[in-house]
């Protein structure tokens, strides 16, 4: 059984940071590229960062460069989202997702929330 497991969201101030964590299971984490989308009350769900290997290339989008910093840990069947000066305009929740070919995978999401 596929399983994707985010955890780690919560109300924090901004500035603050947070690190969210998707535990992986039922299926070959290594071969899978795996990505943190966000969705906003009232808006689509949009594409945050995402990385293929271990220290390989990681993507961003512009929002987010620099204060937030995905990993992933292969042994563990763990990816994260290390997210530093955190913004308002972050708050969303947070969705793991793992895609292989045509096999495309979602956790059920973790609420983030930035506010004074």
């Known amino acids: 059984q596929v399983q994707l497991v985010e955890s780690g969201g919560g109300l924090v101030q901004p500035g603050d940071s947070l690190r969210l964590s998707c535990n992986a299971s039922?299926?070959?984490?290594?071969?899978?590229?795996m990505r943190w989308y966000r969705q906003a009350p009232g808006k689509e769900r949009r594409l945050v960062a995402g990385m293929l290997l271990p220290g390989g290339r990681r993507d961003y989008v512009d929002s987010v460069k620099g204060r937030f910093t995905i990993s992933r840990d292969n042994a563990k069947n763990m990816l994260y989202l290390q997210m530093n000066n955190l913004k308002p305009e972050d708050t969303a929740v947070y969705y793991c997702?793992?895609?292989?070919?045509?096999?495309?995978?979602w956790g059920q999401g973790t609420q983030v929330t930035v506010s004074s």
């Open positions: 997702n793992a895609v292989y070919g045509s096999l495309a995978y």
């Open positions: 039922g299926f070959t984490f290594s071969r899978f590229t």
